[in-house]
């Protein structure tokens, strides 16, 4: 596992957004981004993670990890296909997860795969215009941004980058998290996009039935309103 934070610039040609978890909506997401006018040559769309399992096209991660414009974080599925490949997880893990897809994937392809994913950090920096932004799956899981990085290159950094990745975080969401601006979060699946003093919640359960993407303009720090535009 990357157990890095990466780091990056404002974007000054184009608009960055962060999408919620995709969880194999990769034709759903597409299909909102050409709705919102989406420059795939300037804009960026950053992602809390958990790219793959139950949804309907998870193989498509193959497609969407050659995109420059697509940077996201690990979530805690990519860390079960992981597991799995390193026979850490078993089938019935697997499949109790949504992960069948897996199985219909050819050796080659899921071996560049496993790269991918081993390759994603545990976190994102991102300088915008209301400040430092930081972005990572689940929550993080100390009061402070600075003290989640310390932790993450000390002899514990496996222990801080699960936390960040698996706590089905309520109430550690609801503090402020000392020494960025503002922080994004999946994982924990609300039924509609929420802020809790600095850290926002995107995850509005994308794949489930009365579930639906949200995708932040980091321009504007509000939830794009892609339902009210006609795809072109």
Request: aromatic share 14%.
């Amino acid at each position: 596992m990357n157990l890095e934070i990466h780091h990056y610039s404002k974007n000054l040609e184009g608009k960055d957004y962060v999408v919620g978890d995709i969880h194999g909506s990769f034709r759903q997401l597409m299909q909102i981004l050409l709705k919102m006018d989406f420059d795939f040559k300037k804009d960026r769309l950053f992602s809390v993670g958990d790219l793959c399992d139950r949804g309907p096209h998870s193989e498509e991660v193959l497609k969407w990890m050659e995109y420059p414009w697509f940077i996201p974080v690990i979530g805690n599925h990519e860390t079960l296909v992981m597991g799995y490949a390193q026979k850490l997880v078993s089938f019935d893990v697997l499949i109790k997860v949504g992960a069948q897809w897996w199985f219909n994937v050819e050796e080659n392809k899921q071996a560049q795969i496993i790269n991918y994913f081993e390759s994603l950090p545990i976190g994102i920096e991102l300088e915008t215009s209301y400040g430092k932004i930081g972005i990572v799956h689940a929550t993080c899981p100390t009061a402070s941004w600075n003290t989640f990085k310390e932790g993450l290159y000390s002899e514990e950094g496996y222990k801080f980058a699960n936390k960040a990745i698996w706590t089905y975080a309520r109430e550690e969401n609801k503090r402020k998290i000392e020494d960025i601006d503002y922080v994004i979060v999946g994982h924990t699946t609300q039924n509609e996009y929420l802020q809790w003093e600095n850290v926002f919640l995107i995850d509005t359960g994308a794949t489930f039935h009365t579930g639906y993407f949200t995708l932040l303009d980091l321009e504007t720090l509000k939830p794009v309103d892609y339902h009210s535009m006609n795809l072109v």
